[in-house]
C-alpha cells in the first residue's frame, strides 16, 4: 500500500460518522502501516543498493582476474621463451667446450712432446734450474691434459635420454671391474654387491660413467685400511630405484655437498690426483636419468653416495 493510497483512506475515515474512540483505532492502525511501509521501501532501497554495489564489485574482480590471467599468460610465454634460450645457449657453450677442448689437444700435445724430447736429449746439458722449469712444462701439460680430457668426458654426457636401453647393472659392474682392474689389484680393493641389481631402461655410457667415477674415487680417497666397496639398492617406488655406493675411505666434510659436485671442484688440497670433475659427470649423468644424488660422509669415517635412477 502506497503511502498517498494510506493518506487518502485517512482522510475517508475522518469523514465517516463513528464513535471517536474507533476513529482512533483506526487511525492508529493507518499510523502503523504507515510505518511499516516506510521501514520496507528502505529495505528496499537498501537491497538495491547492496545488489549495485556487490555486482560492481564482482564485476571489478572478474574484470581484475581477466587481467592477471593475461598477465600470468604473457609472463608464461616470456618464460617459455627464456628457458628455450638458456637451453640454447648451453647447448652451444656444451658445443664450444667441445670443440675447445678437442682443438686444444693438439698444439698440446706437441708441446708436451717437444718438452719431453728436450728432457731426454739436452737433460745433461742444462743446469738445475733450468732442469726445474722444464718439469714444470712437462708437469703442466700433463695436468692441462688430464683437465682437458676430462672436460671432453663431461661434454659428452649430454641431457638427453635419447637412445635408452636395457643396463644390466651386474654386466655394468664387471665391465667397470675390468676397467679398474690395475688401480684395483694394486690397493687390493673389494667391491661387494650387496642387494639384487635391476635391470633398468638408461643410457649404458652415462650409468659406465656414473658407477666407475663413484668406484674409482672410492679407490683414490681411500683411507689407511685397503678399500673396500658396498653397492647397495632398493626400489623406493614404481619405476624408482635408489643406490648407495658406501665406501670406508677418508670421507668428506658434510660442508661440501654442493660444492662437491660442481666442474673442476677438489676438496683434498692438491694431495691426490684428478681434476675434479669427476662428481660433476655422475650430478649430469643422474638427473639425466630423473634423478638426484647426495653423500653421507664425515671426515675420516668414509662415504655413502646416495642417488637415485629411473627406470
Partial sequence: MKEDAIEVLASQIEQLELNPETKEEL???????????????????????DKTIVANVLNATIDELGAQKKLVEEQSEQLKLRLKELKHSYNEVEQFSYIASHDLKSPLRT??????????????????????????????AKQMNAIICDLLEYSKVGHS???????????????????????IKEHQAKIKIVDQLPVIAAKKSSIIQLFQNLIENAIKFRSEEHPIINIHCQKIKEELWEFKIVDNGIGIEP?????????????????????????????????????????????????????????
Avoid at 708441446?111 to 703442466?140: C, M, T
Avoid at 635419447?162 to 682392474?181: D, M, S
Avoid at 683434498?268 to 675434479?276: A, D
Fill in 27 to 49: 487511525a492508529s492502525h493507518l499510523k502503523k502501516i504507515k510505518k511499516q511501509q516506510q521501514g520496507l521501501a528502505f529495505r528496499v532501497q537498501r537491497i538495491s543498493k
Fill in 111 to 140: 708441446i708436451s712432446n717437444f718438452a719431453q724430447i728436450l728432457q731426454r736429449k739436452y737433460q745433461h746439458q742444462l743446469d738445475g734450474e733450468a732442469k726445474e722449469y722444464l718439469d714444470f712444462v712437462v708437469n703442466g
Fill in 161 to 183: 635420454v635419447k637412445g635408452l636401453e636395457a643396463v644390466n647393472l651386474y654386466n655394468i659392474i664387471e665391465l667397470i671391474q675390468f676397467n679398474l682392474g690395475t688401480v
Fill in 255 to 311: 660442508c661440501y655437498q654442493n660444492k662437491a659436485f660442481l666442474p673442476f671442484q677438489r676438496l683434498n688440497e692438491g694431495n691426490r690426483p684428478g681434476t675434479g670433475i669427476g662428481l660433476a659427470i655422475c650430478k649430469k649423468a643422474v638427473k639425466m636419468h630423473g634423478g638426484n644424488i647426495k653423500f653421507e660422509s664425515e671426515k675420516g669415517a668414509g662415504t655413502s653416495f646416495v642417488f637415485t635412477l629411473a627406470g
